[in-house]
């Protein structure tokens, strides 16, 4: 079946730049996600990349993908205390208008002064 | 309205008590998802809709759960006879295309 992984904790300094990767099975996957969660609160949706393409950038925010390797990454630039937060990676399928996602199990970004 | 709400935010139950999660949609979503987060897990999808049908209920872990939309907009997720392996954080998402907007979740706490 589906899986995806991800590393579980990263500590970056402020100012630094932040990378958070991300490995999926589904070599049918249509979108891949990036979601932010912030102690107490829901997932808030921070980008998402089609399959057919390789990089797109938002700001602070670089996602690249590895299509052959099926492999995800999220870069943050001039990482800030505010980005502490767990962030976790998902893929979906789309079908029939059907867009269920499969999560990782989140990656726990640390920013330290 | 703004966003996706669920109700209520905190719940603690004893051990066999049903329980209730509701879920009010953005306005206009017709697709609706429900997911259980674990401690230190991931998301775990349980349930989709399509308007008031459900055709992905593969995710929901027994005959215990059941949950049900009426009128295109509001979800409940029943639990019936709760128990403790039931306690985790239940979020629930509406979608329009490609996105799905979560709402803040509800803690079920069972004792």
């Known amino acids: 079946g589906e899986d995806v992984e991800q590393s579980l904790f990263l500590s970056v300094r402020e100012g630094d730049s932040s990378v958070i990767n991300c490995t999926y099975t589904?070599?049918?996957?249509?979108?891949l996600y990036w979601y932010k969660q912030e102690p107490g609160a829901g997932l808030q949706l921070l980008t998402y990349?089609?399959?057919?393409?390789d990089m797109k950038q938002d700001q602070r925010l670089t996602v690249l993908l590895n299509k052959k390797d099926k492999h995800l990454s999220l870069r943050i630039a001039d990482t800030q205390t505010g980005d502490s937060a767990i962030y976790f990676c998902a893929e979906s399928t789309v079908s029939g208008g059907y867009n269920k996602l499969i999560f990782g199990a989140g990656t726990r970004l640390a920013v330290h002064p | 309205g703004a966003g996706v709400s669920q109700s209520p935010s905190n719940k603690v139950t004893e051990k066999g008590k049903d329980v209730e999660l509701r879920c009010d949609p953005i306005s206009g979503h017709t697709a609706l998802y429900w997911y259980r987060q674990s401690l230190g897990q991931g998301l775990e999808f349980l349930i989709y809709?399509?308007?008031?049908?459900?055709?992905?209920k593969s995710g929901l872990p027994s005959d215990r759960f059941s949950a049900e939309r009426t009128g295109g907009s509001v979800s409940t997720l029943t639990i019936q006879r709760t128990q403790q392996e039931d306690s985790a954080v239940y979020l629930c998402?509406?979608?329009?295309?490609?996105?799905?907007?979560f709402g803040p979740g509800t803690r079920l706490t069972v004792l």
């Open positions: 998402a509406s979608s329009s295309l490609n996105e799905q907007f």
């Open positions: 809709f399509q308007g008031n049908s459900a055709p992905d």
């Open positions: 990349i089609f399959s057919n393409m």
């Open positions: 589904d070599s049918s996957s249509t979108y």
